[in-house]
């Protein structure tokens, strides 16, 4: 419902694809982690990350344009930086952290911490880029955590 209300603040069909393209985007996911999982049986999650980076990367050479090859051959340095942040830093660590909890959780309750990465981007917009924080970007991080609750309950251990 938050995301179809929208940053517009009302209700709008318009809104209705991003709605969409995000379920199909958290489908994709949740499916890539299920079945992932037996690939930790056999390779280590860093290899796992390396290779899932080099097939997506060969599949979407269909969809490079000459227009993209240009700005990437006179992109600034300032932008080159960012790219090598989010490709080394972000994917090669965030999803080799991930693939290794998926060694001793089980998927359905790994898959479900997805939902964190609108939250830290969100807080990292308003930290780093001094963004204003919502109301709607507040409640939908309530719903958020409390929804890993519902799936990840705590557990209180015995002795």
Known sequence: MLLTYGISGKFE????????????????WALSTVISKSLYQKYKPFDITIWSIF???????PFIRRQNISEIMHMSL????????????????G?????????????????????????IGSLSGVIF??????????????IVILGLFFVNPLRMQRH
């Open 13 to 28: 069909v318009g809104n209705s694809l991003g709605v969409l393209l995000s379920l199909f985007s958290v489908t994709s």
């Open 55 to 61: 097939i997506g990367t060969f599949l979407l050479i």
């Open 78 to 93: 300032s932008s080159f930086l960012a790219i090598m942040y989010l490709g080394f830093l972000c994917i090669l660590l």
């Open 95 to 119: 999803y080799g952290v991930w693939f290794k909890a998926l060694e001793f959780k089980e998927a359905s309750s790994t898959g479900a911490f997805i939902y964190l990465n609108p939250i």
């Open 129 to 142: 880029l001094h963004e204003s924080l919502t109301f709607l970007m507040i409640a939908g991080g309530v």
